[in-house]
């Protein structure tokens, strides 16, 4: 169903009308939807009859972007790809690049954009699903672009969850799940990563119109009050294109 997103530029001149009566969330995300064609699927995932559904989840280190995703999955029915846990199954499994990347997150820094594209790829080739989370990717305008280029998709939307660095680090470090970044000295690097390359990211994807700004303070369950919406709307906008495409 998630094909018909592709077909919402055409729709745009015929139903204007009927969106402009829909809340503002819906027509943000409309807006966003359409704003340029979303997808290309030119090379690496267009081998499914449908085309993907693309969300980036982006947000600093402990920001809450795990958790929503999995709260994202059960109500919406996602697949949740989180690229620090593909890279952690990479060390894991002792792949060839296994050491390389241990080193890599130790240090707070960015794996190479190809490594991590490539695992996202796999992933997305591999599942049934066509509505993808893609959690804490892309890190740097490196990693954007590498997608852009290996995939030839772009994100239909983006979410960033915005949250105070104190309360980052105060929720990483009582994690304790034996992460060998959760500590200060790994924490101190990675937030300085997030505000040298990821931002970059997310400004560009505000420019473009496509970025969802969530304020991550408060509980989850409120927090998940902001998010719910988004993908409601993107539902609604979904059914109704299908609607549409039926009555053609
Ligand atoms: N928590 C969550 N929500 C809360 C709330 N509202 N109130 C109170 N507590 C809350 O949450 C973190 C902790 O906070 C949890 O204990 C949770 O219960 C609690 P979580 O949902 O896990 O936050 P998240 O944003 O996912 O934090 P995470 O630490 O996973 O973010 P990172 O982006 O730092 O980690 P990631 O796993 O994505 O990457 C790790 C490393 O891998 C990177 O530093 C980098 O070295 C490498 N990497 C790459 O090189 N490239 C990539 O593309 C991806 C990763
Ligand atoms: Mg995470």
């Known amino acids: ?123 997305m080739e591999s599942s049934d699903n066509h509505k993808f989370l893609i959690d804490g990717f892309p890190r740097s305008e490196e990693n954007r672009i590498a997608f852009e280029r290996i995939m030839g998709a772009e994100p239909n939307i983006v979410l960033f969850f915005d949250c105070p660095e104190e309360e980052m680090v105060k929720r990483v470090l009582s994690r304790n799940q034996g992460r060998v970044d959760d500590n200060l000295d790994t924490m101190k690097k990675r937030l300085k990563v997030f505000e040298a390359w990821n931002l970059p990211v997310i400004n560009y994807y505000a420019e473009k119109g496509k970025l969802h700004k969530i304020s991550a303070l408060g509980t989850e369950d409120e927090i998940f009050e902001q998010v719910r919406p988004l993908f409601a709307a993107c539902e609604q906008i979904n059914s109704k294109t299908l609607l549409f495409l039926e009555g053609q």
């Open 1 to 123: 169903m998630w094909r018909l997103v592709t077909s919402l530029t055409a729709l745009v001149s015929s139903s204007k009308s009927s969106i402009l009566n829909q809340p503002a969330s819906t027509l943000k995300i409309w807006k966003s939807l359409t704003t340029e064609t979303p997808i290309l699927a030119r090379h690496g995932i267009s081998t499914h009859d449908c085309t993907p559904f693309i969300t980036f989840v982006l947000g600093g280190p402990g920001s809450g972007k795990g958790t929503q995703c999995a709260k994202i999955v059960e109500t919406f029915g996602f697949k949740h790809l989180s690229a620090g846990d593909l890279l952690r199954r990479e060390i894991a499994c002792n792949s060839k690049y296994g050491s390389t990347i241990l080193n890599t997150i130790k240090e707070g820094r960015i794996v190479p954009s190809e490594v991590t594209v490539k695992l996202i790829q796999r992933e």
